[in-house]
């Protein structure tokens, strides 16, 4: 029976052991896939912190748009930035003026030794051991050195400060106000810039397509010629000047493919990106129309809307602001003040003490005052001049800016008439050279004016996208893009 009840043991013995290393193994992997989990948090924290400080990354080069490249370009550029550390500062500015109509505290702490006789006699006093002894000539006029340790908390806070709480606080809002104005500004500019740079990579890859289809076209006559040529139908000189048409076909194929290297380097910079990364427009420059207002009504909508024009007007203000601030040192500074100190021949004893007050100032005689006013009196017209001098410019930006828009207009109505006829010309052109009814000279003066009237399409094209855009911003209303996503 024990031969029979020891292996049971033994058995029982092996299963608990199994159970607590299972048991083991399933925590190790509990503890395992936590710290797992942990892991993957980071990463995906770490993450979320690249695309933050990254925006680009988030978009793959494949997927650039237009609404794309404006919000990388917003994020990015340096303009942006720069504007950013404006509002700071006019922030900062703003807490600096709401501070001065805050108590000033200070702690102070001295340590003197002295023998003069006044320093002796009332610090003596002020530490509360003054005795009679010390009214003996000897005392009175060669004391011993004493030391005194002097700890104070003083408290100081204007009642009315001639008004230059006031002054500061509603230039600091000002500046804030410019600040926004400035930033809004540049965002409208960034816009325009990426504007710009974007269909001018649309117009560069539309000029590569019909440089291409150009030298397609050149290098089929070629051929073509060639077998006329080597069959007896042809003198050489057409075969020789169909060759040098390719030539030509050939140089902008190459000028065009550099344009567009330029034009991506171009929307790089706008954006803020290293200038040689590789982009994907799948856009085209299509055919639209932009609806305008009138001169006039862009006009009022510039000097309502223009950050630019408003910071000039906001500028007249702050210079206002001196002034009143010139005059307000006409006027009494009244202050409120308190004083608590020890003084003790040792750091931690001593006599304590205590100051109230109020004190009134004002200025009988100031020699710069007047001057003072004056030249902020001075510095208010400049101001309102220089406001005057933005309105007129803005005024001549509106008619520039209209006028071509006008013109790309009515000159891109007329260039898709011309490609029409372009292109029917040299059709009728290429089958009447075909059958012997016209020289080589028609069919390369036809292939050129038809090339010149795609690119002079799309050049017209790129400048009534660019001057619409251009109207938006100087009226102060490209706020965002949707008229150009619609």
Known sequence: MEKKYMPQQNQGISSFEATTKRIKLLGLKSIFSKILSVLVLVCLFSYQITLAQNPTSSFSSSELSLPIAVEIALQSNPLTRATSAGQDIAAAQMLQARAMRMPLIQLNETLINSNSPVFVFGTLLEQGHFKMDNFALKSLNSPSPLTNFRSSISL???????????????????????????????????????????????????????????????????????????????????????????????????????????????????????????????????????????????????????????????NVAVRSEDVRNANGQYKPRIDVFANLGNSGNYLFNGSPDYTVGVSVTFNLFDAGRQAKVKEFQAARVGADAERQHKEDQIRLEIVRAYQSYLAAKERLQLANAVIKQATEAKRIVQDRHEVGLTTITEVLRTQTALVRSQLNVLSIRYEYYVSYAQALLVSGQLDNIDYFIK
């Open 156 to 314: 100081k806070m204007p009642l009315f400060d001639q008004d230059q709480a006031k002054t500061r606080m509603n230039q600091a809002k000002l500046a804030n106000s410019q600040a926004s104005a400035q930033s809004n500004w540049v965002r409208q500019q960034i816009r325009f810039q990426v504007i710009q740079a974007y269909y001018g990579v649309l117009v560069a890859e539309a000029k590569k397509k019909v440089a291409n289809e150009a030298v397609n076209m050149a290098e089929a006559d070629v051929k073509r010629l060639q077998a006329l040529y080597d069959n007896g139908l042809i003198v050489v000189s057409d075969l020789l000047a169909m060759k040098v048409q390719l030539s030509e076909f050939q140089q902008q194929q190459i000028q065009a493919q550099g344009d567009l290297v330029t034009a991506y380097a171009a929307l790089n910079t706008v954006m803020g990106t290293p200038i040689s990364t590789p982009n994907n427009i799948k856009d085209k420059l299509l055919e639209r129309e932009f609806l305008l207002v009138s001169q006039e009504e862009l006009t009022q909508l510039a000097l309502k809307n223009r950050p630019d024009y408003q910071q000039s007007l906001m």
